[in-house]
């Protein structure tokens, strides 16, 4: 299914979604990112991989896995296409057209998913974030973080989502070391902040 273009959408990012020009970042590298980022570039993206563990940077650039059930052969054969590389540097973000975040929600005492990562990514992405960017939260937490935390700081930059910027919520869907399921086969759910984010 084609996305539907719109005005609103700055710099023609829907047609370089559809065309697969768009360059995709995921932001955190862990179970969930780095499958998400392989799949991106399986599929005909060009991906940017943001992690702030420079150890996970530097084994993805050389081609080697750190998380067991992804083969190290599928990151080399990203990376050989010359489709996904990694970084830990946030001002890489501007080259994107979409930033997907995958950063940890551990439970805090109470229970509750724990936003600091999330919150802390978001600021760091913040500086770098430019009409036409699409930002999808993936990370678990309850329901409204994108409207209650995300939207107020990305608007606080002068930048209208909705106009400018388009925020989404797409859960988290891996299921780690099930042979039967992959990030191909796992459907996706998708919520835009508005229409026309979605």
Known sequence: MKLQ?????K??????????TA???????????????????EVGYRDVGFDVDVANVDAINAGRSYIQHIPAASIASARSANRFEATSKYARAKDCDALVICVPTPLNQYREPDLSFVLGTVESLLPHLRPGHIVSLESTTYPGTTDEELKPR???????????????????????????????????LCGGTTPACL
């Open 5 to 9: 273009d719109t005005p609103l959408v």
């Open 154 to 188: 990305i608007e606080g930059r002068g930048l209208k989502v909705g106009r400018d910027v388009f925020l989404c919520f797409s859960p988290e869907r891996e299921d780690p070391g099930n042979p039967q399921y992959a990030t191909s086969t796992i459907p996706k």
């Open 23 to 41: 360059v995709i970042g995921v932001v955190g590298l862990g179970y969930v990112g780095l499958p998400l980022a392989l799949r991106f570039s």
């Open 11 to 20: 710099e023609g990012i829907l047609r370089k979604l559809n065309d697969r």
